[in-house]
C-alpha cells in the first residue's frame, strides 16, 4: 500500500469483525479450552481479551440484529429464530453498522451467515454491505442456497468447503479494499451444526469433529492476519472477534452457567478479543461488563461517523479497549428471551426476574414464570449463578427492579406487555406443559 494511502487512512482504521456461530465462552485457548486456537490466542496476546462479554440475545438472529444496530432486539422487532419462509428482516427504519460507515467513506462487506432476513429486500446488499457471499439463514436450515449479493451460486451449499470459501473472498477483499477505509464483517456458520470440516482439517484433531472445526476457524483467522500484513494495514486495522451466543449441543460453557437459548450466562456471555496495534494494549484483560449493543457506537467513535438517529442501547466501549479506563459508567442491561426481559445486569451484579417453565431443548410451548423471589447473583464473585444473594442485598434488588421496569418503559410497548403479564403470573396457577400467552403488538 502506497505510504500516502496509509496516511491518509490513519485516522479511520479498517474494522475486522469476525463472529462464530454457537461458540462458547470457554471454547478458545485464551478462556481455558483444551482446544486448539494458537491464533486467536496470539490475538488475545497482542490485544485484549473480556472476560464479562455477552451478546443481546441467546439465539442468532435476535443476537445479529442487535450487533448490527446496536439496539435490543425488540426495537428491530427480529425476536426469534427466524427461518427461510419468513418475510421480514432488518427494517428500513433500522440503521446497520455499515450503512453508518459508508457515511464516512467506508467500503463494507458480509461474507458468511446473514439470518437476519432472506427475501431480497432484506439481504446485505439491502442493508449497507458494498457485496455479499454467504447463506442468507442457518446452515441447518433448508433450502440451503450459498449466494453471491442476490443470486444464488450454489445450492445445496457444500458444507465442508463453507470456511474456505469464505476466507477467500475475505482475502480478496482486503486486498482489493485496501486504498479505503472498509469494514468487514466475516460471519462464520462453524461451529453450528452440522459440523463439516474440509478435508485439510477433518479429522486430523484427537478432540474429535468439533475440534476440527474449531481449528479450521482459528485458521481462517490466521489467513486474516496474514492477508492484512501483506497489504500493509496490519497496524491500521482493529479485528474483533466473538460468537453471537453460548454453545447448543456442543462446546464448553467455560463452567458458566446455562446454554444457548438460556439467559444464564452460559447462553450469552461469549468469548471477545479485540487487536489494534499500537492502539489496544497487549496481553491486557478486563473484568469490565460489555455487549455485543456496545460496537456499533464504538466503530461510529473510531471512524468518526455520526451515529443513528435512532436511540441506541449501546455504549461506547473505546475507553475501556485501549485500556484508558478499567470500567466505564452505561445503562443497566437487560437479557432478553424473545420479548420477555428476564434479567438484568447493573455492575457487579445481575438479577434474575423470571424463567421458563422448561429448557429449550424440551419440545411444546414454554411458558414465562416469575420467580417466586428475585434471585440476585455476584458476578464478580460467583459467575455460575450458584449462590442467590438477594436476601443480604434488599435494597439492591430493589433498586435494580425498579430500574428495569423504567428501561423497559422505553422499548416497544409488547415488550412492556409481556413483562406485566409475567409478573402478574403465580407460579402455581400455570401448569407445566401450559401454552405460552401470545402477545400481539
Request: proline letters at 8%; a negative charge.
Amino acid at each position: 500500500m502506497p505510504a500516502a494511502a496509509a496516511r491518509g487512512q490513519a485516522s479511520r482504521p479498517n474494522i475486522v469483525l469476525i463472529t462464530a456461530d454457537d461458540m462458547g465462552y470457554g471454547d478458545l485457548g485464551c478462556y481455558g479450552s483444551h482446544l486448539t486456537t494458537p491464533n486467536l490466542d496470539t490475538m488475545a496476546g497482542e490485544g485484549v481479551r473480556f472476560r464479562h462479554f455477552c451478546s443481546a440475545s441467546s439465539v442468532c438472529s435476535p443476537s445479529r440484529a442487535a450487533l448490527l444496530t446496536g439496539r435490543y432486539p425488540a426495537r428491530s422487532g427480529i425476536t426469534r429464530v427466524m427461518f427461510p419462509f419468513d418475510t421480514y428482516g432488518i427494517p428500513a427504519t433500522e440503521t446497520t453498522i455499515p450503512q453508518m460507515l459508508k457515511t464516512a467513506g467506508y467500503r463494507t462487506a458480509c461474507f458468511g451467515k446473514w439470518h437476519l432476513g432472506s427475501q431480497r429486500a432484506f439481504l446485505p446488499t439491502e442493508r449497507g454491505f458494498d457485496e455479499y457471499f454467504g447463506i442468507p439463514h442457518s446452515h441447518d436450515m433448508w433450502p440451503r442456497p450459498l449466494m453471491r449479493n442476490t443470486e444464488i451460486v450454489e445450492d445445496p451449499a457444500r458444507l465442508d468447503m463453507l470456511t474456505q470459501r469464505f476466507t477467500r473472498e475475505a482475502v480478496r477483499f482486503i486486498g482489493e479494499a485496501k486504498e479505503s477505509p472498509f469494514f468487514l464483517y466475516f460471519a462464520h456458520t462453524a461451529p453450528h451444526i452440522p459440523l463439516e470440516a474440509s478435508s485439510s482439517f477433518k479429522g486430523k484433531s484427537p478432540l474429535g469433529r468439533y475440534s476440527d472445526v474449531v481449528r479450521e476457524m482459528d485458521w481462517s483467522v490466521g489467513e486474516l492476519f496474514s492477508a492484512l500484513r501483506e497489504n500493509g494495514l496490519d497496524d491500521n486495522t482493529m479485528v474483533l472477534f466473538t460468537s453471537d451466543n453460548g454453545p447448543w449441543y456442543q462446546g464448553s460453557r467455560g463452567g458458566l452457567r446455562g446454554v444457548k437459548g438460556e439467559t444464564y450466562e452460559g447462553g450469552m456471555r461469549v468469548p471477545m478479543v479485540a487487536r489494534y496495534p499500537g492502539r489496544i494494549p497487549k496481553g491486557a484483560a478486563t473484568n469490565a461488563f460489555a455487549s455485543a449493543l456496545d460496537l456499533l457506537p464504538t466503530f461510529g467513535r473510531l471512524a468518526g461517523a455520526a451515529l443513528p438517529g435512532q436511540p441506541l442501547d449501546g455504549t461506547d466501549i473505546w475507553p475501556l479497549l485501549s485500556g484508558q479506563q478499567d470500567s466505564i459508567d452505561r445503562e443497566m442491561f437487560l437479557y432478553f428471551d424473545g420479548l420477555h426481559a428476564q434479567c438484568a445486569r447493573l455492575g457487579r451484579w445481575k438479577l434474575h426476574m423470571s424463567r421458563y417453565d422448561t429448557p429449550p431443548w424440551l419440545p411444546g410451548g414454554r411458558v414465562n414464570l416469575p420467580l417466586p423471589r428475585p434471585e440476585l447473583y455476584d458476578m464478580e464473585n460467583d459467575s455460575e449463578e450458584d449462590y442467590d444473594c438477594a436476601a443480604e442485598n434488599e435494597a439492591t434488588v430493589t433498586d435494580m427492579r425498579a430500574r428495569m421496569e423504567r428501561l423497559l418503559l422505553t422499548l416497544p410497548a409488547p415488550v412492556m406487555s409481556a413483562w406485566r403479564d409475567t409478573m402478574r403470573r403465580r407460579v402455581e396457577d400455570t401448569p407445566i406443559g401450559a401454552p405460552p400467552v401470545e402477545i400481539k403488538p
